[in-house]
């Protein structure tokens, strides 16, 4: 039998109601619900439960509800004595990735990751920053555009490779704006202004990094017991001094998504398992490889076919 990584998802991914059933129907994650919001100090799991969008939707809410609710839905796996080889978290979703290793612990994650979202809002006033999908472009001729529009005085860079064909850019609206026309003219399928608040992963975000690691200075990072992939290069780590250097670049570097999923199939995995709210990871997946098996465990009944499944495999 191959491998299984663990996979947990990022900003995007929250939907209010998330974490409701888990609360009322599962003690162990409710217990993790109850340490989110004790650790925050306000009613982080309201936000989530109730809304109003706009307000899960903030950054600084968005991030501790997404690593909460990864954290939650992990409860039920290792209920399950289903184990990891290998983790890796898209983004924000690396710090649950970290939570899953032993590396961080939840109350870290949750306050690191809060602060981390008010970081990257006060680095760029809303509005002045944007990101945008760009389908169907392969990444050399996409940076190629960026550097075009660069060099006019915009920043544009690609923030996250997710898949083939699938890149994200981010910089300043103008630059974001431009650089998405570009790359229509040079071939592209199509460009989706996405609905974030700021350019994450762009050189824009340097302020918030440098803001965040003093944060991290503050809480305990261990040696990964399970390696990380991590997003910035692609590759597995385990040592806590270059896992907390990785989370600084990484505020302001790449997403290398696609790179994560084929590191991971070379290193033996061909079972992922996405942990937490919504199923953009296994799309993605599905998408550098189409024979992978990949599964979105979010609750009991999610978590009851995977089961089914590996047990089939075991057999």
Known sequence: MGK???????????????????RTNEP???????????????????IMAE????????????????????????????????TPDYVAGHSLGEYSALVAAGSLSFEDAVYAVHNRGLFMEEAVPYG????????????DLLAEVCKEIQAKGHVAELANLNCPGQIVISGC?????????????????????????????????????DKLEGVLKEITIKDAKVPVIANVTAKAQT?????????????????????????LQDLG??????????????????????????FAVNDRESLNKVVAKLEGVKE
């Not at 608040?197 to 990094?209: C, I, Q, R, V, Y």
Request: overall charge negative.
């Open 4 to 22: 299984i990584a663990f996979l947990f998802p990022g900003q995007g991914s929250q939907a209010v109601g998330m974490g409701v059933e888990l």
């Open 28 to 46: 162990k994650c409710k217990e993790i619900l109850d340490r989110a919001d004790s650790r925050l100090g306000y009613s982080l799991t309201k």
């Open 51 to 82: 809304g109003p969008e706009e307000k899960l939707r903030r950054t600084e809410n968005t991030q501790p509800a997404l690593v909460t609710m990864s954290i939650a839905v992990l409860e039920l796996l290792k209920e399950e004595n289903i």
């Open 128 to 139: 002045e920053g944007a990101m945008s999908a760009v389908l169907g472009m392969e990444a």
């Open 173 to 209: 609206s103008e630059g974001v704006a431009l650089c998405g026309e570009l790359a229509k003219e040079k071939g592209a399928k199509r460009v989706i202004p996405l609905p974030v608040s700021g350019p994450f992963h762009s050189s824009l975000m340097k302020p918030a990094a």
């Open 239 to 263: 040592d806590a001094n270059e896992i907390e250097q990785k989370l600084v670049e990484q505020v302001y570097s790449p997403v290398r998504w696609e790179e994560t999923i084929r590191e």
């Open 269 to 294: 995995v061909d079972t992922f398992i996405e942990v937490g709210s919504g199923n953009v990871l296994t799309g993605l997946v599905k998408k550098v490889n189409r024979r992978a098996q990949a």
